[in-house]
């Protein structure tokens, strides 16, 4: 099976099955999955989308809504049904997605849609609507199976099996005790394992990993890949169980971050959309670019300053580009690597200084590699040793402050709180080409020209 | 919770347990989870790992071996053990764990671990060996639960009861034929539900995504997040069912190929490890830097073309540094933009002509904002409005190859079968280092020197 592409058939399908009558329009629709519709709606105006979402089943509807991305409105769609089926949607939505969706709206519509529902439903989205969408009780749903400590066997298994009946699917079980104070963990194979008189709480396994609704997402993200979870319980700060977090939600998260990781090393700021229009792609990278523009500038006046130097040789402004050039890539791939270190797990601080000596190390490598191929370039086509030595040396050293930027820059932001990804290419070059202007002219200047002058 | 990080109390703990007696060292391990003695093992020696496999218990044993990275070589420390003590841990493992362990190691030793298996063990790890670890078969995991179309209600149950004690986590029951053809999947909330003389191919539900064995992981994985699954089911060419990939192990992949994507746009190869060694670092790193002065020599050509040029006006050369920097950055932003886009879904012929065109309006549009800015200053500064206009075309013209390019070199790519990531910024800055020089230095032969020669 390959992933789904909406294509124009598809779209055009559609679109003759919305203006014939409705039992054709449930037939079409009946072939594509809910997360496909979800796609078909991205190029389908909004009463396209609302004629569907009425024809369709309840179930499909709400999964249909639920798989919609935030930047296409899910919301929106929503307050504009009739509130009976409003209701019905959200009343089958998860609690986590409801809450999303019904978040992106302003205070009075969420008063319009939490006033039609179940007084227990309400309650429950109001309670998560509490949490900043950022955090582990923002992304968390309060649908959980859990057990009294003082079950037996028997008890347990029925009450899971009750409980069972209300979820699509089916993780760990919580155990609670008499005031929902979360105190471990079990899987459906302890308790049918379990010999037949024994208590949840013989069975109960307190070994287990939490989090605080207060969490980052990105901290929970982190927590689940690093001990291989399927479902993170969370908690108040009295240990009360509010809700848990499975691995689903968390790819979306990481999705997320990913995307900002890559983009923001870029100089692109985090929140353009990937399929944002030209509008916001300016608004997103122009601010980047001027303050590039502003430090291309400082680079530059170093050129000016050495005006008299380009002059008398002016072959130094072809190769002065080269190094600079090269300086700006060798850091673009000692920030790649550092930032992506830094976003997988945190550093201590000997794995810090070892980063950086190894880039410091790397860079003198790959620098005088390179010195070495200019040095004879020169060496050979300009026939010019002493011109050949100052390259040599300007590369390796633009190459060294590279590494040390690419890999040290990164991890001073991490320290002192600022994503290490704003330390993006655009900040990095600045010292790549100010020093790769820099350290030609000058050693070209004090080297070549006092010794060699033409 | 916060993640966990190794610090130099903790391994100074162990290694004081170390030289202590069983007692204590058995007591100082009960105080970490199975994955943070994985951490710890990246920092101790081979006899320290082993003694530590030796004293734990079997289950935490095989938990800490399937925890350790694959670059820590996981399978080297299983084939050290003692025989009895390395198939007890092999036989703990999930199939899927015990195949990719197994498989880091050369044939004999493979034969070796599987001779002294159970056989129905080593037949189920050597059919899961045979697939290449890139694709779903060689990620799926073996161990199901599954059940008969023909079970009625009370069977089914029994049965999911019955298999669940064999596993640690229970997802999406598979429904079969007699021959073992995969029909359906059913939730346990579905057979819980159903009526008290239901049969399971009343309340089978048909319609569900599945993957062939073969298919690469990457769109396993793109799979499951489009659809949000939490578990897939992988089939052979006759569907008949092989085993199930499920969203945890999904993760490690998404990490993997999003640390690839963020690596390759920078110019690092792929295979180096974030915390490998310099001599690693410089392997990956340096034929890129090479590639890169190759095509840095081929801009710099251009400089020496236009050397009366650069002669008769020298601020050209500090201007011309500015205007390819601008561009660099520029085609870095849209080539970041769009190879993220891909690789988070497929585009279609109209979205991708869609986004090159919205490359090419975003390149004009910054392009002459920063223009304007470069005119005035040479306005004002140089007192020069030809050079003025001459750099306000350079830039603007340059931003509009970074646009282009960047947009468009990652999808013709993709066309073609290659990574888009390859299209790194190293490949797509030649471009704009080409036409950051050629611009400036050709408009101020044709525009300016002719007009307004000094």
Redesign the interface.
């Known amino acids: 099976?390959?992933?789904?592409?909406?294509?124009?058939t598809d779209l055009q399908r559609i679109k003759v099955a919305l203006e014939s009558d409705d039992a054709e329009l449930q037939r079409v629709l009946k072939e594509y999955?809910p997360?496909e519709i979800a796609l078909l709606f991205e190029k389908l105006p909004q009463e396209a989308k609302e004629k569907i979402i009425n024809i369709l089943p309840i179930e499909v509807a709400s999964e249909v809504i639920s798989?919609m991305d935030e930047e296409h409105r899910p919301g929106e769609l929503l307050i504009n049904l009739h509130p009976d089926k409003r209701s019905e949607i959200v009343e089958e939505l998860d609690y986590d997605d409801a809450t999303d969706i019904i978040s992106q709206l302003d205070e009075d519509e969420q008063q319009e849609i939490l006033e039609d529902l179940d007084q227990e439903d309400a309650d429950s989205i109001r309670a998560l609507l509490k949490y900043d969408e950022d955090t582990a009780g923002g992304i968390m749903n309060s649908e959980i199976i859990k057990v009294n400590l003082n079950f037996d066997k028997k008890e347990a298994?029925d009450e899971i099996?009750?409980q069972?009946?209300?979820?699509?699917?089916?993780?760990?079980v919580y155990v609670v005790d008499d005031s929902n104070t979360l105190i471990g963990i079990l899987?459906?194979?302890d308790v049918?394992?379990a010999r037949i008189n024994a208590k949840v709480k013989d069975i109960v396994n307190t070994?287990f990993?939490?989090?605080?609704a207060e969490?980052d997402q990105e901290?929970v993200a982190?927590?689940?890949?690093?001990?291989?979870?399927?479902t993170i319980p969370v908690v108040d700060d009295h240990m009360k169980l509010l809700g848990r977090i499975?691995?689903?939600d968390?790819?979306?998260v990481?999705?997320q971050e990913?995307?900002e990781?890559?983009?923001k090393?870029?100089?692109?700021s985090e929140d353009?959309e990937?399929?944002g229009?030209?509008q916001d792609?300016?608004k997103s990278?122009?601010p980047?670019?001027?303050i590039?523009?502003g430090t291309?500038?400082l680079?530059?006046?170093i050129?000016?300053h050495f005006?008299a130097t380009?002059?008398q040789l002016?072959?130094l402004?072809?190769?002065?580009?080269?190094i600079?050039?090269?300086g700006?890539?060798?850091a673009?791939?000692a920030?790649?690597?550092t930032?992506?270190?830094i976003s997988?797990?945190?550093l201590?601080d000997?794995?810090a200084y070892n980063t950086v000596f190894?880039?410091f190390?790397?860079g003198l490598?790959?620098g005088a590699?390179?010195g070495l191929?200019?040095f004879f370039?020169a060496l050979f086509y300009d026939a010019n040793i002493m011109l050949g030595l100052v390259l040599f040396l300007a590369m390796t050293g633009n190459l060294i402050v590279a590494g040390l930027t690419g890999a040290s820059i990164p991890l001073i932001l991490k320290r002192v709180g600022i994503d290490p990804a704003v330390a993006s290419?655009?900040i990095i070059?600045t010292f790549t080409?100010c020093a790769g202007?820099l350290l030609p002219l000058w050693f070209a200047t004090h080297l070549l020209l006092h010794t060699h002058v033409k």
Chains 1, 2 share one sequence.
Do not use: C
């Open positions: 099976m390959q992933s789904f592409e909406i294509d124009k999955h997360s798989e298994l099996i009750r069972s009946e209300e979820m699509e699917e089916f993780y760990t899987s459906l194979k049918v394992k070994d990993v939490f989090v605080k969490l901290e982190k927590l689940i890949s690093q001990y291989n979870l399927t499975t691995v689903d968390i790819i979306d990481m999705e990913n995307t990781d890559i983009l090393i870029s100089g692109v353009e990937l399929s229009n030209w792609a300016v990278r122009l980047w670019l001027i590039n523009l291309a500038y680079a530059a006046s050129i000016r005006d380009v002059a002016p072959i402004a072809a190769y002065m580009t080269i600079a050039g090269m700006g890539n060798s673009t791939q920030l790649a690597v930032v992506r270190r997988l797990s945190d201590t000997s794995q190894k880039e190390l790397v490598i790959n590699a390179n191929i200019v370039i290419s655009i070059t080409d202007f």
